[in-house]
C-alpha cells in the first residue's frame, strides 16, 4: 500500500530548465542595455556551459562570465544582471499545471508528501516558498541534508527514514532516470517518470509508470492502494 509520494523538485513540480533559460536571457539583455557589447545568443551558450560545468546553483556564472568577456568583473554590469535575473526567476518561477490540484487531493486521501532534491537546502526551499508548496510536504530531503546526491541510496534512505516507512510504502516521481529512477529502484522503491518534465528526450526511463501529466498520480496511487 502507498501511504507517500516522494517527488523530486526541479522539472517534477516546476519547470526549472525554463525559468533558468528566461532568468539568463534577461539578465544578457540587461547587460547589453547597460553598455556591454556582446552577441545575445552567443553569450547565452556560454552562461549555460558555465551551468553545465560548475552546477545549476553556481551562484557567480555572471561573475565569471564577465571574466571570460572583458577580464574582470565590472560591478555596474554585474548589478545589472543580477537585479535581471532575480525578476527574470520570479516572474517563471511557477508549477506545473495541475501541481497544487494533484497534492491536495493526494493529502485530503492521506497520502504523505516528500521531497528528494540534489538542490542545497536554501536554494530548494526559495523555489518550494515561491511555489507556495512549504505547507504540503512532511519531509523535504536536499543536498545539504544527505551530502550526496541521487542515485546514491543515502538521500532515499534519508527520506524513509524521516517518513518512517519502508521501501514498499512508498512510491517515488522524477524526470531524471539515471538519477530519480535508477537511486530508487536500487532499494526496491516504485517510480514514476514525469515524462513533463524530461529535457533529455528519454525513450525507455525504466520506471514502473511513465506519466505525462501529475494528475496520472491519483489514479496510479488509488489503483495500487485499491489491489
Known amino acids: 500500500m502507498i501511504k507517500a509520494v516522494i517527488f523530486d523538485l526541479d522539472n517534477t513540480l516546476l519547470d526549472f530548465i525554463k525559468m533558468k533559460r528566461e532568468a539568463v536571457m534577461n539578465a544578457l539583455l540587461s547587460m547589453k542595455e547597460a553598455g556591454l557589447e556582446i552577441d545575445i545568443e552567443d553569450s547565452y551558450k556560454e552562461v549555460m556551459s558555465i551551468y553545465e560545468t560548475e552546477g545549476w546553483e553556481h551562484q557567480q556564472v555572471f561573475d565569471k562570465f564577465l571574466n571570460d568577456q572583458i577580464g574582470y568583473v565590472d560591478n555596474k554590469y554585474l548589478a545589472s544582471a543580477i537585479v535581471a535575473y532575480r525578476r527574470g526567476k520570479e516572474a517563471n518561477l511557477k508549477a506545473y499545471p495541475n501541481v497544487h490540484r494533484t497534492l491536495n487531493h493526494l493529502m485530503k486521501s492521506g497520502i504523505r508528501l516528500a521531497i528528494v532534491s540534489d538542490a542545497p537546502s536554501r536554494e530548494a526551499w526559495m523555489r518550494i516558498y515561491y511555489l507556495n508548496l512549504h505547507h504540503m510536504f512532511d519531509v523535504v530531503v536536499t543536498f545539504d541534508d544527505s551530502n550526496e546526491r541521487k542515485p546514491s541510496p543515502k538521500p532515499f534512505n534519508l527520506v524513509l527514514e524521516k517518513l518512517g516507512l519502508n ?43 511513465d506519466i505525462d501529466d501529475i494528475s496520472e498520480l491519483i489514479d496510479i496511487v488509488k489503483a495500487v492502494n485499491e489491489k
Open 167 to 209: 521501501k514498499d510504502e512508498v512510491v517515488m516521481i522524477g524526470d531524471w532516470p539515471e538519477r530519480d529512477v535508477v537511486g530508487a529502484n536500487s532499494l526496491g522503491i516504485k517510480t514514476i517518470f514525469a515524462r513533463y518534465g524530461d529535457t533529455f528526450g528519454v525513450k525507455d526511463s525504466g520506471a514502473d509508470w
